[in-house]
């Protein structure tokens, strides 16, 4: 995988990784994503590709909350 500034990483961080292409910075309709993979330490795991500057990366998601949906 292209390496990846750490600003550049922080920022994806900042708008929850959904927004834009960490690298060129374009919007999510130009990003194609793979399927949300469950990893063994607790984590979800997914891959994307930018289609405008062909890179690559792989996001990272933690549980945040829990909601119940049986009131
Ligand atoms: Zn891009």
């Given at each position: 995988m292209a390496k990846l500034s750490n600003a550049a990483k922080q920022r994806h961080l900042e708008t929850g990784g959904?927004?834009?292409?960490?690298?060129?910075?374009?919007?999510?309709?130009?990003i194609e994503y793979g399927d949300l993979t469950p990893v063994e330490d607790g984590h979800i795991e997914q891959d994307a590709r930018c289609m405008r500057c062909g890179r690559r990366w792989r996001d990272i998601f933690t549980l945040t909350d829990v909601r119940s949906l049986s009131d």
């Open positions: 959904q927004q834009c292409c960490p690298y060129c910075r374009r919007d999510a309709d130009h």
